[in-house]
């Protein structure tokens, strides 16, 4: 059972704007009834050249309905141009937070946004280049998209990015070419805390463990036990981490991409790049 807002369940029980516009000024869909989500979005634009009326056709899931319903209401008398800037955090946020695994959803209903005002400005049905480069070829997700979404919502896992945009989520043949997607993108970011001509700081021992510790608590321990997992500090030597997985974590045959994709990923974008996590029994 997902644990959702009130507001997700309002828009889920009373949707907005469903239906359809005759003779739209743009319209784009997203998503395949093969994938388990579709959804089409379609505007009309007032004398004052701001989006008049909006209207939705989708199938999925309770977030992948109330995302589209919300969006509706955040588009009407915008201009194409504002609509245009709404990115998926602010969908997610504007319903009050989506579970982690329902992301997609505010992503699907973003990328049918940019559909429908790409149909207006060209008349073209499509958006995809066909010189993007395809990562995960289950669920036909580019390149550009992936490191895209990575930087918008500041991912640094794997796992992550399947919640955000199903890419991995499929045959899982494609996770390691994500994982070194997501690498890039934390590394631009480690490069862009430090302003020219900074120094890189430079952390004590005993400040390298009190925010290890911090971060474990505190972003990562959470996240695994959600899922009825944990994870326990069991040593810190320099810039080795030794962990011991608990619970559900404990003998799960996805341990390794966790400790790879979510906790040395992540102990590495917030405390140092040169930080490597094993595990006890590894060790």
């Known amino acids: 059972m997902w644990d959702y807002t ?19 000024d743009g319209v784009g869909t997203v998503g395949a009834l093969a994938c388990g989500d579709a959804l089409t979005l379609m505007f009309k634009l007032g004398p004052d050249g701001r989006i008049a009326e909006v209207k939705f056709q989708t199938f999925g899931c309770a977030s992948a309905i109330a995302s589209s319903s919300v969006l509706t209401e955040m588009v ?34 973003r990328e049918a946004l940019e559909a429908a005002i790409h149909n207006y400005r060209t008349g073209e049905t499509g958006m995809r280049n066909l010189d993007e480069r395809i990562v995960c070829t289950c669920f036909g ?9 990575t930087r918008e919502n500041g991912l640094s896992s794997v796992d992550e990015v399947v919640n955000f945009c199903k890419a991995g989520g ?4 494609c996770r390691n070419e994500i994982q070194k997607l997501v690498d890039g993108v934390i590394a631009e970011r480690t490069q862009a805390k430090t302003a020219p001509g900074d120094a890189p700081r430079k952390l004590t021992n005993l400040q390298k463990i009190k925010l290890i510790e911090e971060i474990i608590t505190r972003e990562i ?41 979510l906790i040395e990923a992540k102990l590495r974008e917030c405390v140092a790049p040169e930080i490597t996590v094993v595990e006890e029994s590894r060790s």
């Open 6 to 24: 009130d507001q997700v369940m309002d828009h889920f029980r009373n949707p907005r704007n469903v239906g359809k516009i005759e003779h739209p």
């Open 76 to 109: 009407i008398g915008k201009t194409v141009e504002e609509a245009g800037r709404i990115t998926n955090k602010q969908i997610a946020d504007a319903l009050g937070g989506l579970p982690d695994q329902k992301m997609h959803c505010s992503v699907m209903g």
């Open 141 to 149: 997700v580019s390149e550009n998209e992936i490191l895209r979404i």
């Open 170 to 173: 499929g045959c899982g043949m």
């Open 221 to 261: 321990r959470p996240a695994l036990q959600r899922d009825h997992g944990d994870v326990e500090l069991v040593d810190i030597s320099g810039d080795r981490v030794t962990i011991a997985f608990r619970g559900m974590c404990a003998g799960c045959h996805a341990s390794e991409t966790t400790r790879h994709s």
